[in-house]
């Protein structure tokens, strides 16, 4: 039974698309992440969410929106796509905010054409 | 500015021996640290974790080590075993004081166990 579940695995879209990403946990964690791991392999945190209030919002474009419906998702919006937004998504979920291990999801591969 | 550092890309080793993977940080207010296991087209998997007021975590083939005054941990695996083949991240954060969660991701040192 997966813990952090994401569809789809692989997004191959064009230039000015807009995608979503789903992100389930069924660990019954309060906090969900989205990270990003760019060409270079870093790992860079986008954004978390807390009983459904945004927590973290790092530098990230506006055309980047986590969107969560209940406290065991939170789907990653993206609108007009650029090429730079080619990279592997994750998404992750620990109990508590700042409780130090968190559980990732096994990626989305986003390719942007 | 990186503030997390895996300055080796990549780590080969014999079946058996002893796998040390070498991290190094720079923001001296990071009081927890964590190491991840990744492997190919999967996300990165909890391994270990130790807190800043410790210099030393065990968990069965793994400990972790942690050098304050230096800014550095490792990661030793004991003995090495050709499944252990993976990338391996080290992280950091402030669990206390307002990190709010934010993990700071090395970028990752590949390490192959020869059998």
């Known amino acids: 039974d997966t813990a952090v579940s994401q569809t789809p695995k692989y997004l191959v879209t064009q230039m000015g698309n807009d995608k979503s990403i789903k992100c389930e946990q069924n660990?019954?964690?309060?906090?969900m992440y989205w990270y990003k791991q760019d060409s270079k392999k870093f790992l860079k945190i986008m954004f978390s969410y807390n009983n459904k209030e945004l927590i973290i919002n790092e530098t990230v474009p506006n055309r980047f929106s986590p969107k969560s419906p209940d406290k065991a998702h939170l789907n990653l919006h993206i609108n007009s796509l650029e090429l730079g937004d080619s990279a592997v998504y994750f998404c992750?979920?620990?109990?508590?905010?700042?409780?130090?291990?968190?559980?990732f999801g096994p990626g989305t591969r986003l390719t942007v054409l | 500015d990186q503030q997390v550092k895996q300055n080796s890309p990549s780590l080969s080793v014999q079946e058996g021996r002893i796998s040390i993977l070498n991290c190094d940080y720079t923001?001296?207010?990071?009081?927890?640290f964590l190491w991840y296991k990744k492997y190919p087209a999967e996300g990165p998997t909890f391994l270990i974790s130790?807190?800043?007021?410790?210099d030393k975590n065990e968990d069965g083939r793994f400990t972790v080590f942690l050098n304050k005054s230096a800014k550095h941990l490792s990661l030793h695996i004991v003995p090495s075993q050709p499944g252990d083949s993976a990338v391996y991240f080290c992280?950091?954060?402030?669990?206390?004081?307002?990190?709010?969660?934010?993990?700071?991701f090395g970028k990752g040192t590949k390490l192959s166990v020869k059998p």
């Open positions: 992280a950091a954060t402030r669990l206390y004081g307002g990190s709010q969660g934010n993990l700071i």
């Open positions: 992750a979920s620990s109990q508590v905010l700042a409780g130090g291990e968190q559980f």
């Open positions: 130790i807190s800043s007021i410790k």
């Open positions: 923001n001296s207010m990071f009081d927890y």
């Open positions: 660990l019954g964690h309060d906090t």
